[in-house]
């Protein structure tokens, strides 16, 4: 049985300022750094072969709290990077959304049709994200690692391993910052979703929700 743990990153500058992190490579908040904490206490009694990580410094640091005091190294992956949100990159949500007609309504109810201009595709970040972690599960048979990366690729590999098709993706939940999923591989590669979005290491006061653009939309997101 092949173990891998996706770990979404701690809360970073971009969802304190509700911005479309994306690929920019913002740094972690306070709240994050204290969620490393809590993470890092997780993940002490678990064996781990390997930590993979997106090379975007939130993810990055959140690999490093995973591996905590072992020897060892976070491996840079590129597949495991966030969605590049093109013209709305590193922008706020509710003035850039608001901005272009009909992107707020596809992003929260079919984003499986986000397509920003000059980023990826939602559907190609669907594709991708999975055969990342497929590409991993293979070079690692066996073993058990983690995978530091973020929202969206939680959302995409959540949503493909408990409905199958990436048209369900508005109705698969967000994690929040730090949630822990798990996926196991059979001798055959074949996926199970243990557990998802998990964040149980978390006390309340760490547990911030602000990735529901409807939410930023309306004002209602505290």
């Known amino acids: 049985m092949t173990k891998i743990y996706i770990v979404r990153h701690c809360e970073a500058i971009g969802n304190v300022k509700r911005i479309f992190q994306g690929s920019t490579d913002l740094d972690i908040s306070e709240t994050g750094a204290k969620q490393l904490e809590y993470l890092k206490k997780r993940f002490a009694d678990i064996p781990l072969d390997r930590v993979y990580t997106s090379p975007l410094i939130r993810a990055r640091k959140t690999a490093e709290a995973?591996?905590?005091?072992?020897?060892?190294k976070p491996i840079p992956e590129k597949g495991l990077i966030e969605l590049d949100g093109g013209i709305v990159e590193g922008k706020p949500f509710k003035e850039t959304f608001s901005s272009i007609p009909g992107l707020a309504e596809t992003w929260d109810n079919h984003p499986e049709d986000f397509a920003p201009e000059n980023g990826e595709r939602m559907r190609d970040a669907y594709e991708r994200i999975w055969n990342?972690?497929?590409?991993?599960?293979?070079?690692?048979?066996?073993?058990?690692?983690?995978?530091?990366?973020?929202?969206g690729v939680t959302r995409c590999l959540v949503c493909r391993?408990?409905?199958?098709?990436?048209?369900?993706?508005?109705?698969?939940?967000?994690?929040?910052?730090?949630?822990?999923?798990?996926?196991?591989?059979s001798d055959e590669l074949k996926p199970t979703l243990i557990f998802y979005n998990d964040v149980t290491h978390l006390p309340e006061n760490m547990r911030p929700v602000r990735n529901r653009l409807s939410s930023f939309m309306s004002g209602e997101a505290k």
């Open 161 to 185: 391993l408990l409905n199958g098709d990436i048209s369900q993706l508005s109705s698969t939940p967000w994690s929040e910052n730090t949630a822990v999923s798990l996926i196991e591989f």
């Open 132 to 151: 990342t972690v497929k590409k991993i599960a293979e070079e690692n048979k066996g073993k058990t690692v983690a995978c530091a990366t973020h929202g």
């Open 66 to 72: 995973v591996i905590g005091d072992r020897n060892m």
